[in-house]
């Protein structure tokens, strides 16, 4: 039987040209994905902080720590060393009244020699100053010889903490510069701590001398800080530019340069008064008022102490979370609150805890300084601006303790607790209307 004649059509098929097509925009798709991985992957790895900046934020908060545990053990030490150099009690005041001036005077000195001839550099001078001349109080013979070696110390000591800030600020990544200076700033607190343990242990077997000889250990710190340490990338890229200005005058360039000038004095100086006026006399305060031993004052002063350190810790985070405004609005509020309601609390449980309360508001703003000048001041000038604003700070601050025993002895201790909170509301005017915002934005 014959088959029906069945004509086949030809398979269709894509010209060659068009499936070339095809395939190159499938390889273009494949690649442009790749890429976007890589880029986001490399974002990812840029947005965290790498040696250098590890290494910086040692360095810094070894630095700050080593601030604090200087200061708290010439308090604890006071006593001895005055019935061994036969000090009146005028000159025993005296040695941490001219440690202060002195770190003043070398927060502003070592904040422009920063900005000329590079942190890292810098930072190893104050730490080498304060090291030699906090081991030579231990050969004191008098008064003196013993003032002017507290003094140079105080030198190097107050030229840590503006360096330091600004190595951490153009070492870490602008999403966690916040937090990461707030570490550098619970180097103070962990030096407070420190001290806290060790001298008691110490002093009854070394003696005043043996305790600033132990100072120099700092010493080692600046070789290692000096060789594993190195400058930031955004200050080796300014340097020239910065040698051919004067700091000092970059903070008042302009109208609204000075504006933010006289806004971050203010906020500087209401920081330290409020810290030194309440730290200095709440011993007094709890044990005038409640009748507390001294061991029980102590352990009270502990847990303020300790709420300090976690405010700082807390706002480092909450700047980089919702802003450095809304930040220091909000710690500044609370400030105000706790210091006016702590000044009335009574029952001694109220008071442990309204203490440690009261201290994460009052502290806690420290923790945003050092990221907020950073942003607000250029590179040849950061320093400058960080050591500057913040000893001139200082120094107003050094008044409270002053203005706060004026008060308790016009009126009482609860009235002069409680006119301190007024100082917050000045700190909430300046942060409203003469500080602007710059979180996550880069560093100029």
Known sequence: MRLPHVTLSPARTEPADQRSFVRYADLLTLRGTIMTVIQESAVGALDQPDTTAMKALAASTIGYAMDGFDLLILGFMLRAISADLSLTPAQAGSLVTWTLIGAVAGGILFGILSDYYGRVRVLTWTI?????????????????????????????????????????????????????????????????????????????????????LVGLIPGLIAFAVRWYVGEPKIFTEHVEKARRSMPVGLLVKDA????????????????????YGLMIWLPSYLSTKFGFGLTQSAMWTAVTVLGMAFGIFAFGHFADRVGRRPALLTFQAGAFVMVLLYSQLTDATALLVGGAVMGIFVNGMLGGYGALLSELYPTEARATAENVLFNLGRGVGGFGPFVVGALAATYSFTAAIALLALIYLIDIVATLFLIPERKGQPLT
């Open 128 to 212: 080498l100053l304060f090291a030699v001349f906090t081991g030579l109080c231990a050969f004191a013979q008098g008064y003196w010889d013993l003032l002017i070696y507290r003094t140079i110390a105080g030198l190097g000591l107050g030229g840590e903490f503006g360096i330091g800030m600004a190595l951490v600020a153009e070492t870490w990544p602008a999403r966690l510069r916040g937090r990461a200076c707030s570490y550098v700033a619970l180097g103070w607190q962990a030096g407070v701590l420190i001290a806290a343990l060790t001298v008691p242990l110490m002093l009854p077997s070394i003696g005043w001398r043996g305790v600033f």
């Open 256 to 275: 609204a340069t000075t504006k933010v000038s006289v806004g971050m004095f203010i906020l500087c100086a209401v920081q330290n008064f409020g810290y």
